[in-house]
């Protein structure tokens, strides 16, 4: 399970550092995008990996904290989802506007001197 | 629970947050409305600040040292979010203020109306700013951060055109790379400690078991990459020149407060978690934050020594600016003589005023030399704004008399706070942290002594840059002098006004630095007052 997780993570944020170092602002997007996923994966397997537990307590009596898992990086993966997905929307906005403006989907708004 | 003075705290965050929500509803023609609304809003959260600067400093029983809390949701406060409100976080929140005002008002001479929403993303920045300064919790933090980038994306491509979409789209792309980095800290903070709160944390880094230390520490590494990056530190600092030359006059004046909010956080974190009670994290990071302080410093004096524009300059002034208070707060935090904190905290307001009024003389002074014109050039293709062009023909307004006079004497007051010349207080700032880096002669290594090599050079070179610019604008300068109106010449008159009372209050500003580093080397005190904040709902929690 954990090699699993880790390789999979591994793969995201490689295959996102090597989009996001690309000339292409399409491809910086897409960059980013896998690296988000990858960041959350992570942030989710900080809070250990427990498997077919629950994350909320039941009400009352004494509870033993290792049957559950620990709900506070679901939380902090479902805020880091909702703002990067929104900031993922400003970027792509940008990117239309600079292809717009500039002609070129390069990054730096113009294509490289040949 | 009725509603009493210990919500004063949360309304720096409330007042924009409403103000800017309200404005969305307002038609983009409403400009008026729109001014006076954000106009009240600045000043209320402004006379807010205060009275919390005011209440931070407490009385000689809590030790000149009060610290405000508050719980959201009336949660105790390792497992709610907490806002804290200490001397430094209500220094920089004043700090904040003092800029945001003369900034809108620079706006209000035209350019709130070169595109929309001018104002709510302003408050929103606000609220995102004065947010970071408050919080006591790592998440709510990195929430915050995105409020005040989200807001800064927006301010940043305001008016459009070519150079400020792509100013903007490398601003955005490094910010998003540096919040997933953040995130990846955050993460690995909270896998090794267990908790993202600030006081906690600092009660559990002396006794962290040694085999989670390493992790602590790399979260803690990639944790400050990220700060590092919004403070504009070299070699993360590429990004920043282009992308504050791009803004708009008044955004790029309020951009000066953004990367002191990396450098707030750094100070903060450092302060709390590696202080000297932190057992073997002690001083953690703090060669770095040198080492990095000082690249910036000598990058910053190379980029204003070799920038052509006064844009340029000062935004590489920006990075001298928040170079030379973070290595000086390495000094401080690799053990070296507390002094140099509390210059250098005098140091950080008085160069942000002064950075922030050179932004906003940029315009007038290129006005003559037609570097208007080119910037409504690239102003005017974006978004078919093309009713500027009517809007800024019958600009009716008081212009002033003997404008070149006025300039001149502006950018000169600037000049000598920059440079660090007397009678200004960049002066006083400056000589601080070199007698702070000087005094105990045994203690002065040679990192020091190249600090202060490198601190009186960076004097120098912004010295003759700025020079430079002032002799081509104002000796140089041929024909009539450029029509500049009293509202545009105002908001800079204010901010020197601010260096002027800053320099001469020095006894109690200066004393306030005094007492709110000495706050800041004992964090124990603040880390007890959280997590011993008492809950508003404290008979009936037992359930």
Redesign the interface.
């Known amino acids: 399970m954990e090699i699993v997780l880790s390789a999979a993570i591994g793969t995201l944020a490689a295959s996102g550092i090597w989009l996001l170092l690309r000339p292409r602002t399409f491809q910086v997007i897409v960059g980013l995008c896998l690296l988000s996923y990858a960041v959350n994966l992570f942030i989710f397997v900080m809070g250990r990996i427990t498997l077919g537990a629950p994350p909320i307590m039941p009400r009352g009596g004494f509870i033993n904290p290792a049957a559950y898992a620990d709900p506070l990086p679901q939380a902090l993966v479902l805020t880091a989802i909702v703002i990067s997905f929104a900031t993922t929307a400003l970027f792509l906005v940008v990117l239309i506007a600079s292809r717009g403006l500039t002609g070129t989907d390069h990054v730096d708004g113009q294509e490289r001197e040949p | 629970m009725t509603p009493g003075p210990e919500h004063l705290i949360i309304a720096p965050i409330l007042i924009p947050f409403f103000a800017g929500a309200l404005m969305l509803v307002y038609d983009e023609r409403q400009r008026r409305a729109k001014l006076t609304i954000s106009l009240v809003a600045v000043a209320a959260t402004l006379l807010a600040a205060i009275e919390l600067l005011v209440r931070s400093k407490g009385s000689a029983l809590t030790g000149n040292n009060d610290i405000g809390f508050y719980l959201l949701g009336d949660w105790a406060a390792p497992y709610g979010i907490v806002l804290v409100a200490d001397r430094l976080s209500a220094m920089m929140l004043v700090v904040t203020g003092l800029l945001a005002l003369p900034a809108l008002l620079y706006a209000a001479a035209g350019w709130h109306r070169q595109g929309q929403h001018f104002h709510s993303m302003f408050q929103f920045l606000l609220m995102g700013v004065n947010g970071a300064f408050l919080t006591g919790d790592l998440?709510n933090l990195?929430?915050f951060f995105?409020v005040l980038?989200?807001a800064s994306?927006g301010l940043l491509?305001h008016g459009?055109?070519?150079l400020r979409?792509?100013g903007?789209?490398?601003y955005?792309?490094i910010n998003?790379?540096g919040?997933?980095l953040f995130?990846?800290g955050?993460?690995?903070v909270?896998?090794a400690t267990g908790t993202?709160n600030m006081a906690h944390l600092s009660n559990l880094v002396p006794v962290l078991p040694e085999a989670q230390r390493p992790l602590f520490h790399a979260g803690a590494a990639v944790m400050g990459l990220a700060f590092l990056i919004k403070a504009g530190i070299w070699p993360m600092s590429f990004w920043l020149p282009t992308a504050y030359m791009a803004g708009a006059a008044p955004v790029a004046a309020m951009f000066a407060i953004m990367t002191k909010v990396g450098v707030y956080i750094i100070l903060r974190l450092s302060f709390l978690v590696f202080g000297a009670g932190a057992g073997a994290s002690a001083g953690f990071g703090a060669p770095v934050v040198i080492a990095g302080g000082m690249a910036t410093v000598a990058f910053g004096l190379l980029g204003v020594l070799a920038s052509q524009g006064l844009g340029r300059m000062a935004a590489h002034l920006v990075l001298v600016s928040s170079g030379t208070v973070l290595a000086a707060g390495g000094f401080v935090l690799a053990g070296d003589n507390p002094q140099i904190m509390a210059a250098a905290l005098f140091y950080l307001v008085s160069s942000t005023l002064a950075i922030s009024a050179l932004f906003l003389l940029i315009e007038p002074m290129s006005r003559e030399e037609g570097g208007i014109a080119v910037l409504l050039a690239l102003t005017a293709?974006?978004y078919g704004l093309d009713e500027r062009e009517e809007d800024r023909q019958p600009e009716v307004g008081l212009a002033i008399p003997g404008t070149l006079a006025v300039l001149g004497l502006s950018f000169g007051a600037c000049v000598l706070a920059l440079a660090g010349l007397p009678p200004l207080s960049g002066f006083i700032g400056k000589i601080g942290i070199l007698q702070g880096l000087l005094a105990e002669g045994a203690a002065t290594s040679a990192l020091s002594w190249s600090f202060v090599a490198l601190l009186i050079l960076s004097g120098f070179a912004t010295l003759v840059g700025l020079v430079r610019v002032g002799i081509q604008t104002f000796w140089a300068s041929e024909g009539d002098s450029p029509r500049v109106l009293a509202l545009e010449i105002a908001p800079v008159v204010a901010l020197i006004g601010m260096l002027v009372i800053l320099t001469i209050k020095a006894d109690v500003t200066f004393g306030y630095m005094r007492d709110t580093s000495e706050a800041m080397l004992q964090p124990s005190i603040y880390a007890q007052g959280v997590l011993g904040a008492p809950r508003a709902a404290e008979g009936q929690a037992g359930q």
């Open positions: 998440f990195f929430v995105e980038l989200a994306y491509l459009g055109g070519q979409v792509r903007g789209l490398h955005i792309a998003l790379t919040s997933l995130l990846i955050v993460s690995l909270y896998g993202l293709d974006a």
